[in-house]
Each structure stands twice: as structure tokens, then as C-alpha cells.
């Protein structure tokens, strides 16, 4: 893959919601690399700073727009933030397309899903970059951790039962999960992480342990919806009385994650990387 740096002007940002998205495309212009925003969901930091370049499609007209990055000679995307995918037979596509897609679904796990949009996307010519090397810098890494005293003995229930927490990321069901001391709670869904943080009753006097837990799952790709954590998300655990973030090294991008470590230090929670 071609570095970032040796090229201008020639990267098509695919946006859904979220506040990672709009820093995204702030890098990106930042490197002078940001041609073009197609925006899928309703972010409206991004629709005001990025105006010029910014255009709103409906994810359903999937081939009209890799059509349109097609005509500006765009190769590159990248796609960063949610975007809420209908079902498959929703999507306006040629029966060349539909064959393809419904092939590889049925022939393929759905939890491969990713992998198979970005075979799609290749067998179009477009060419998805990795989110973890563009954005290497807010990568998340061991020297950004942050143990307070109070939560050792937590950390050491962690560490002792990593090999289990390792396994249930190797099955690819999903990429958070949160556990009570030695015991596993729940584990993130397709509703999303503040769900899961959400279905737990943190007032319930047993759960004085809580650990939120994330990582990359075994087979997700780097192109597509890898990991990220951000200053939300700790406001929600802190509200919810968690003690412990653990977040495996190189395997999640913090949003502005100056803030974020800044945050941690400055709260009763404490960070630990793996």
C-alpha cells in the first residue's frame, strides 16, 4: 500500500456518524490527501466544515456511488464511522452485483460481512486503505497506560484470566465485552457498545470489579469497521461506576486521543493495555 504522505489529493472519504469521522477527515485534509466526503449517515461536523467537498448519498446506491468515485479518477477510500446497513435486498444493484454479493453471502459466514464488502469494493477497482496504517498515530499502545492503586487487584484478575479473554475475541462474535472480576458479563452485539455497557445494572453491590473490555475480533479486517474508543464512551463507564478499561495494543484507535488520556488520568478509572 502506498504511504500516505506520496500522494495528494486522491483519497475518497467514506463517512458514517460518529465524532471520529469528522477528525478523520480533518487529518486527512490536514495531509492534503482529502479529494472527496461521501457521507452515509447524518454527521453534521463534517457537512459544515467540509461543505466544498462534501456529498450525501443513501448507502443503497452502492454502485452509483463507486460509479462517481470512479469518474473523478479516485482509486483510494477509506471508511471511517457507522452507518446502519439495511438488508441486501434493498441495495439498487445490477444483476451482475446481486449475483456476486448473494453468492459470497450465502457461501460465507455474516459475520464475514466486512471481508466481503471489501471483496466487492476490489472487484470494482476501488481500493480500500488500512484504517490501523493511516491512522497509526492514534493507535492506542502500552506506554499509554494508566494503573491507579486502588485497581491492581482488578488488573491482576484481568491478566490472570487473559487466555479466556483472548478466546472469546478469537470466536469473532465482537469486539467488547465486559466482565466483573473473574466472571463475564456480556458481550458487545450488533446494537453497539454503548448498549452493552448500557445492559448492565452497575448498581447491583456485586459488581464493585466492573472491566470494560475491547479489541479487534479474530478475523475483522483493518479496511472496515475496526475499533475505535473515545471521551464518550468513558463519560458513559464513569457514570456507570466501571474501575477498568483494558484495550489490547495497536488494536484500537482512540478519538482525539489527547483528550481521552488526559480524561482517564483525570478520573476515577484506570487504563490498561495489553
Known sequence: MKNLATFKNDVCLI????????????????????KKIILLSKNNNIKKDFKKICFHYDIR???KIITDIKKENIKDVIII????????????????????????????????????????????????????????????????QLIKKEHKSIVIK??????????????????????????????EDFKGTNNLINRIDSNKSNYKELTFIKSKKKHQIDEIDFPVIGSETIDLLLAKKYKLICLFSNQSIVSNKV?????????????LVI
Request: aromatic share 12%; proline share 2%.
Open 158 to 187: 484481568v491478566l490472570n484470566n487473559l487466555p479466556y479473554i483472548k478466546k472469546i475475541f478469537n470466536l469473532n462474535l465482537a469486539q467488547s465485552l465486559i466482565i466483573n472480576g473473574n466472571r463475564v458479563l456480556a458481550i
Open 15 to 34: 463517512a458514517g456518524s460518529g465524532s471520529f469521522a469528522h477528525e478523520a477527515a480533518t487529518f486527512l485534509n490536514s495531509k492534503g490527501n482529502l
Open 259 to 271: 483528550t481521552f488520556l488526559k480524561h482517564i488520568k483525570n478520573s476515577n478509572i484506570s487504563l
Open 61 to 63: 446506491d452502492l454502485e
Open 81 to 144: 464511522g457507522y452507518v446502519d446497513l439495511p438488508p441486501i435486498y434493498e441495495f439498487k444493484l445490477s444483476l451482475k452485483s446481486k449475483f456476486y454479493l448473494s453468492k459470497d453471502f450465502f457461501l460465507n459466514n455474516i459475520n464475514h460481512q466486512s471481508l466481503i464488502l471489501k471483496r466487492f469494493l476490489n472487484n470494482k477497482n476501488i481500493n480500500l486503505l488500512s484504517q490501523k496504517k493511516i491512522f497509526k498515530s492514534f493507535l492506542i499502545n502500552k506506554n499509554d
